[in-house]
């Protein structure tokens, strides 16, 4: 036995004995470990490549956060509608309420020009023009003024029927 492993390490060139780069690297790297290094390499892009589809990054976008109060007491409107429109009045979305706060919950929205209306079915619609700038948030104060009762209905005229014969007639000649 000592006669082989004496054999196989004069066939055999040990570190630094004129071996190139890719010698060694044949020496220490199977064709099992280069598969398996190459396999997770491409799980890990294709995960990160999934997660960058799902999760994109918009630079170009910010928020809009919308504070609804009646305009006398300050006190907050908690089931207002607010609707963000563009300048030709086509709906952008509908920014939901936050739970008895009386503000809308922010919304991501293009850079840009918007109109933004508010919506209450015992205060005035109130609209204005808003500008979302990328990166930042959009805080928005609306006070909502009560509308105003309805006019009494005018009162009911109650015509007296004709109390003779021929006034009928006279009605008609008149």
């Given at each position: 036995?000592?006669?082989?492993d004496?054999?196989?390490d004069?066939?055999?060139p040990t570190q630094g004995?004129?071996?190139?780069?890719p010698?060694?690297?044949?020496?220490h790297?199977?064709?099992?470990?280069?598969?398996?290094?190459?396999?997770?390499?491409a799980a890990l892009l294709s995960?990160?490549g999934?997660?960058?589809?799902?999760?994109?990054?918009?630079?170009?976008?910010?928020?809009v956060?919308?504070?609804?109060q009646e305009?006398r007491?300050g006190?907050?409107?908690?089931?207002a509608?607010?609707?963000?429109l563009?300048l030709q009045?086509?709906?952008?979305?509908?920014l939901q309420p936050?739970a008895?706060?009386?503000?809308?919950?922010k919304a991501p929205?293009?850079?840009?020009?918007y109109?933004?209306r508010?919506?209450?079915?015992?205060?005035?619609?109130?609209?204005?023009?808003i500008?979302?700038?990328a990166?930042q948030t959009?805080?928005?104060?609306?006070?909502?003024?009560?509308?105003?009762?309805?006019p009494?209905?005018p009162?009911l005229v109650?015509?007296?029927p004709p109390?003779?014969?021929?006034?009928?007639?006279k009605?008609?000649?008149?």
């Amino acid at each position: 036995m000592a006669v082989e492993d004496s054999a196989t390490d004069a066939t055999v060139p040990t570190q630094g004995e004129g071996r190139s780069l890719p010698q060694a690297l044949r020496q220490h790297i199977s064709l099992t470990r280069l598969q398996g290094v190459c396999g997770v390499t491409a799980a890990l892009l294709s995960i990160g490549g999934a997660f960058g589809y799902l999760a994109p990054i918009h630079r170009d976008r910010g928020e809009v956060l919308a504070i609804v109060q009646e305009a006398r007491s300050g006190k907050p409107v908690a089931d207002a509608t607010v609707e963000v429109l563009t300048l030709q009045d086509a709906l952008v979305t509908t920014l939901q309420p936050a739970a008895g706060v009386g503000a809308a919950k922010k919304a991501p929205m293009k850079e840009g020009t918007y109109r933004l209306r508010v919506l209450h079915p015992r205060y005035l619609t109130e609209s204005r023009q808003i500008y979302v700038l990328a990166d930042q948030t959009a805080e928005i104060r609306v006070r909502l003024a009560l509308k105003p009762p309805p006019p009494p209905p005018p009162p009911l005229v109650v015509e007296k029927p004709p109390s003779g014969p021929f006034e009928g007639l006279k009605k008609l000649f008149h």
